[in-house]
């Protein structure tokens, strides 16, 4: 009985703070509306970039490579003569993907192995052992590595980027379970025989929600700047489909040439960061003020 | 670990130390210094054991050889004055020049270069050839060396005189006798340059001596023949991992030669003030589509060739190379502007465009099974080669599976012949630099899949042609014989030929006397 | 306090022991191994077979793995596949750039990022905090090699200050060290001053609220020194923190900031290793890389008994 009880103070308490969140915010935090905002319109131009004026973004055209952005191709061209308008555009659809799937895996992963190292004492110590490790290795490196050797294809670039992301969610979960399950009602729901699958869904997870929501948002942000720094250091998503990191990273040797394969893809790609960045600051101010102290 | 510890420790105690001098330890100003962005990081210093091209170019510097090709691609004596062939061509006798000494002041002994050439024959393919025609290798007195054969070859000279990899370069016994598998320990050479070990940082830069008691020959230098005169003290390789950077530091005058800018640098460096842009390699490259003829769809002649016939050169060239003074076509398999260029069978290539494709595919009986193409994305020539290919072979209606990797999960996945599901492949793009490929015993024009080069075409005329190669009796026959193996690689689409292109060097104009050769050498380079 | 640090030391013997099992699987069961590469264009598959004999590349796993740790526990690191080199000297040969840059861009960062963040903490809500902000989410926005041919462009090319590239140690002379370190200090610094500001920021003002200040506000002592002697004294411990994971980041950095001013750097080093598979020195070196980071946390940890007198072991 006191667990349903329970439950429903913790729904009705994230349900006042989403109308809060709608009373408030948006007024109170512009630029996370700006944020939003921008996000979804990039969102949108992933989705409907066909419809965008573009060209096949992998056509090759070497008669007009690197040519300067002008009426008939509004970015330019590279230096196979691909039109850097559409391969920009349809490349927001890699990046996104890269961005957004970093973060839910992450997070997915990082939760269930964060509940169990939180809840179950016995995998605990070997769970943040590994954990642990993973932390000390390098992100850049591991994920440089587990490219190259694993072949580069869209899927190993996102797992690599994944993994070494992992380990903070973890450690953050586990934070929440361990001060949760001290909590009067987790403890109550102990002692009323409730199975442990059913404390954690019920009980903990809805406490982690918050911060994780915050945390996802900037290992999206960093994992599309990891995806073009892969690209720089050759261990990046293949050519064949473009993303603003690897365009980025082909048109590296032309800086000095052709200057508009480096701006435009990185223009896009620092104001997606900067608007999921604000989007993340304003929802760790809303959703938890405890972290928004902290961070 | 400990040094390592022992250094951090250092600079701790320094950086306490206030006093520390504020300008750098000036040069002897009499020195004279080359300072050099390589083509590639030297990683290891065994030209014999390796075959890349920036260890070969490290064994010019280190070492020398018995003879050496020049400009005319011709074989001439280098370490070797005088040498006789017997009347039937199987006794061959060579003596060494007076005054050859080793790094280490020991003189320079036939054994020696007994024991470097057995080694050498173990690894190199032209080597081989030669070993097996081979009766018997020795070393006379101090200064003969003699080798008697089996059979008349025709290629003894241009065998132990060859300019690319694996060279046969002379080196101390106790050295030569290491087995051919693992790396010497030491470099200890006769060359115009000694090595300082102790300046190695792998990885990044690499410095070479004057050997203050190399005696060069008389001869102007041609090609690696003729005489090495050093004319610095110090020639420096610091090895840049990026273009923009590398090119940034010789217009800045940082450097003041740069071995392999990107062609599409090539504009900028030339409008710099100070700094002059050429072609340094009069052969050039040639692009190679490689196919996989054992596993489907490259398995059947006719698709072979339906590809082929798409392959246009242009296109591939100036999506690869860019500046057209940079690239030519080149229908001949052999390098064109080499004496074995011809036009057998090229009919193929030269007519190439997607229309005739089309209609070769269509009648290839081609069942739609996937062309997996392994995309090197490090090496950006062949990264746009492999886009191309991809683009060509949709085009006349192949289905393909591009895969992207670096080069080295490539050239240990291209000699896998397992079915693609088990890791094996279709196609995969590279190059010869000219200099490799004069001839039919290259072994990318093999056509025996036992012993062949990656992608194993297997043809028993080209193998007949490319054996009898080297027991032609004269350079018409010699013609003869390499038409045919022309003519059989387009016949069974050994490979798709992309055509051939040439990679510019740049260098501040007070570095004078770069001699013009398929392979980067610094003797003869001065700083003014 | 003793046991403790003891107790610490003991505890990272398991995690390097997932870092080294990790590695080393990662390496052995993925595609492409040095041997073709080293055989080159000309070899056939025996010749590769050989060589990968001659590596001990076809041993058993379980072998190579025993024969790695045995090496490993002689602080013997391996050979060089590719230089034949002592994985040890390589990485001697290499650690002072690395070491250099990192010590610069710390510093530097933290001495603009911690005022900076102190600024808008005590700013807050003002145009300066904004702008810190806005600053602070940029620094985050940007790719590092962007911004690093952006620099060369406009220092090196066009206004001639700074060298293009390379590396001088302090050993040899102080000016040329600083005149080829500063341009890759600002570039790597960027996003470090962003993180520690933001982080400084938030600690201030958390700081700031608490009752203690406004005690010593009420003393009537100045504005100055309240935010410089309590409120930043206060805030230390999260700041030293988040340095302390900073240095992970910093490692990430510096392998592209070292690709882009040309520095023979050990970030380098290791990215070269990883394209060839150099495995002694890919697994050297993230295991030394690691080593060190589980290090400088354990270092922080011991610091925070020093700067924060409430914190107890």
């Known amino acids: ?295 | 670990m400990f040094r390592s510890t022992r250094r951090a420790l250092l600079f701790a105690a320094a950086l306490a130390v206030p006093a520390m001098v504020l300008a750098g330890p000036q040069p002897a100003a009499a020195e004279k210094v080359l300072r050099v962005i390589p083509h590639a990081d030297l990683k290891n210093i065994d030209p014999i054991w390796t075959t890349a091209y920036i260890t070969r170019n490290h064994g010019y510097m280190v070492y020398d050889t018995l003879f050496a090709m020049d400009a005319n691609l011709k074989p001439q004596p280098q370490m070797v004055d005088t040498w006789s062939v017997s009347d039937d061509q199987l006794t061959w006798t060579f003596k060494l020049r007076d005054g050859l000494k080793w790094h280490d002041g020991a003189p320079v002994t036939a054994a020696d270069c007994v024991a470097s050439l057995n080694r050498w024959g173990k690894r190199d393919g032209m080597g081989q050839a030669l070993m097996n025609v081979m009766d018997s290798l020795s070393a006379a007195d101090d200064k003969t060396i003699v080798m008697k054969l089996k059979q008349p070859y025709g290629l003894v000279l241009e065998s132990i005189g060859k300019i690319s990899s694996n060279v046969p370069f002379m080196m101390p016994k106790r050295f030569a006798e290491t087995d051919p598998f693992e790396q010497v320990t030491d470099m200890i050479g006769s060359g115009p340059f000694k090595f300082s070990k102790d300046e190695w940082v792998p990885g990044s830069k690499v410095v070479y001596l004057k050997n203050e008691d190399y005696v060069p020959r008389s001869e102007p230098p041609s090609y690696a023949a003729g005489g090495k005169v050093v004319k610095v003290d110090r020639v420096e390789w610091v090895y840049f991992p990026d273009q923009t950077t590398a090119m940034n530091a010789l217009i800045n005058n940082e450097v003041d030669y740069f071995e392999q800018p990107a062609n599409d640098l090539a504009p900028i460096l030339a409008n710099s003030p100070g700094i002059v842009v050429e072609v340094n390699d009069p052969v050039g490259n040639m692009g190679f589509a490689r196919f996989n003829h054992l596993l489907p769809p490259f398995d059947n002649v006719k698709v072979r060739r339906a590809a082929m016939a798409a392959m246009k050169q242009e296109d591939y060239l100036l999506a690869a190379v860019g500046l057209p003074e940079y690239f030519s076509t080149c229908y001949s398999v052999f390098p064109c502007g080499t004496p074995l260029e011809s036009t057998a069978g090229s009919e193929i290539v030269k007519s190439a465009g997607v229309e005739e494709g089309k209609k070769l595919l269509a009648e290839s009986g081609y069942d739609g099974t996937p062309v997996v193409i392994m995309q090197p994305t490090d090496i950006p020539v062949l990264s746009a080669f492999s886009l191309v290919t991809a683009e060509k072979l949709r085009k006349i209606g192949m289905k393909v599976d591009m895969q992207a990797m670096d080069w080295s999960t490539l050239t240990s996945r291209r000699a896998k012949r397992d079915p693609v599901k088990d890791g094996g492949w279709n196609i995969f793009h590279t190059w010869w630099i000219g200099a490799d490929v004069l001839n039919p015993m290259a072994i990318a024009y093999s056509g025996d899949p036992a012993k062949g080069w990656f992608g194993w075409p297997s043809d028993a005329d080209l193998e007949r042609a490319r054996t009898a190669f080297p027991l032609a009796k004269n350079v018409a026959e010699q013609k003869v014989l390499a038409t045919k193996v022309q003519d059989r690689l387009y016949a069974i689409g050994s490979h798709g030929n992309l055509g051939a292109f040439f990679t510019p060097v740049a260098y501040r104009d007070n570095v004078k006397g770069l001699i013009k050769s398929p392979v980067q050498f610094f003797w003869n380079i001065s700083v003014e | 306090m003793f046991s403790f640090i003891a107790k610490r030391i003991v505890a990272t013997i398991p995690v390097m022991g997932v870092v080294a099992l990790f590695v080393f699987l990662m390496l052995r069961l993925s595609p492409g191994d040095p041997a073709s590469v080293i055989a080159g264009d000309y070899a056939t598959a025996a010749d590769i077979e050989r060589i990968r004999e001659q590596l001990g590349l076809s041993d058993p796993i379980v072998v190579q793995f025993g024969n790695w740790i045995w090496q490993l526990m002689r602080a013997d690191l391996g050979i060089s596949i590719f230089s034949n080199l002592p994985v040890t000297t390589l990485i001697a040969q290499r650690l002072e750039p690395t070491l250099m840059l990192s010590l610069t861009t710390l510093t530097f960062s933290v001495l603009v990022a911690v005022p900076l963040g102190a600024l808008a903490a005590w700013k807050a809500g003002t145009w300066i905090d904004r702008a810190v902000m806005i600053f602070a989410v940029a620094g985050f926005s940007l790719p590092v090699f962007v911004l690093g041919y952006a620099l060369i462009y406009e220092f090196s090319l066009a206004l001639q200050w700074l060298p293009v590239q390379g590396y001088k140690s302090p050993f040899d002379g102080l000016l040329p060290f600083l005149r080829h370190i500063i341009l890759p200090t600002v570039t790597l610094s960027v996003i470090f001053i962003a993180l520690f500001a933001r982080i400084t920021r938030a600690s201030v003002l958390e700081v700031l609220e608490e009752d203690y200040i406004r005690t010593a506000r009420a003393k009537g002592q100045t504005e100055r020194k309240v935010l410089l002697g309590h409120a930043l004294r206060n805030a230390a411990v999260p700041i030293v923190t988040v340095i302390g994971l900073g240095i992970a980041l910093l490692i990430g950095g510096v392998v592209v900031t070292e690709s882009v001013y040309n520095i023979p750097g050990l970030g380098r080093l290791v990215v070269d290793a990883i394209l060839k598979r150099d495995y002694p020195i890919i697994q050297g070196l993230i295991l030394m890389f690691s080593f060190v980071y589980i290090l400088v946390n354990l270092m922080i940890d011991i610091v925070y008994t020093l700067i924060d007198p409430r914190i107890r072991y």
Not at chain 1, 51 to 58: A, E, G, K, N, Y
Not at chain 1, 190 to 211: D, E
Request: glycine residues 8%.
């Open chain 1, 1 to 295: 009985m006191s667990a349903i009880a329970d439950r429903d103070a913790n729904r009705s308490g994230l349900r006042e703070r989403l109308a809060e969140f709608r009373r408030n915010v948006l007024s109170r935090h512009p630029t996370m509306a700006i944020g939003g905002v921008l996000l979804i319109l990039m969102i949108l131009g992933a989705v409907f970039a066909p419809l965008l004026f573009t060209v096949d973004p992998i056509a090759l055209n070497p008669i007009q490579r690197l040519r300067g952005p002008g009426a008939a191709q509004w970015f330019g061209t590279d230096m196979f003569g691909r039109d850097i308008y559409s391969r920009t555009i349809y490349g927001t659809r890699i990046s996104l993907f890269v961005g957004l799937a970093a973060a839910v895996l992450s997070i997915a992963i990082g939760l269930v192995i964060g509940l169990l190292a939180g809840y179950v004492r016995l995998l605990d110590t070997i769970l943040m052992r590994v954990m642990d490790g993973l932390m000390a290795i390098p992100g850049i490196l591991l994920a440089i590595a587990l490219v190259s050797l694993s072949g580069a294809s869209l899927v190993t670039v996102t797992v690599a980027i994944t993994i070494p992301e992992i380990p903070r969610v973890v450690r953050l979960v586990r934070a929440i379970v361990l001060s949760v399950r001290e909590e009067p009602y987790v403890e109550a729901a102990v002692a009323a025989g409730t199975r442990l699958p059913l404390i954690l869904i019920r009980h903990i997870l809805p406490n982690t929600i918050p911060p994780l929501i915050v945390q996802a948002t900037y290992v999206c942000a960093s994992a599309m700047l990891t995806e073009s720094i892969l690209g720089f250091l050759g261990a990046g998503t293949p050519p064949e489909i473009p993303s603003w990191g690897n365009i980025m990273a082909e048109g590296r040797t032309y800086f000095q040439i052709a200057p508009w394969i480096i701006f435009f893809p990185g223009a896009l790609l620092a104001l997606t960061v900067l608007a999921v960045n604000v989007l993340g600051d304003g929802l760790r101010d809303t959703l938890d003020p405890r972290i928004a102290k902290k961070m």
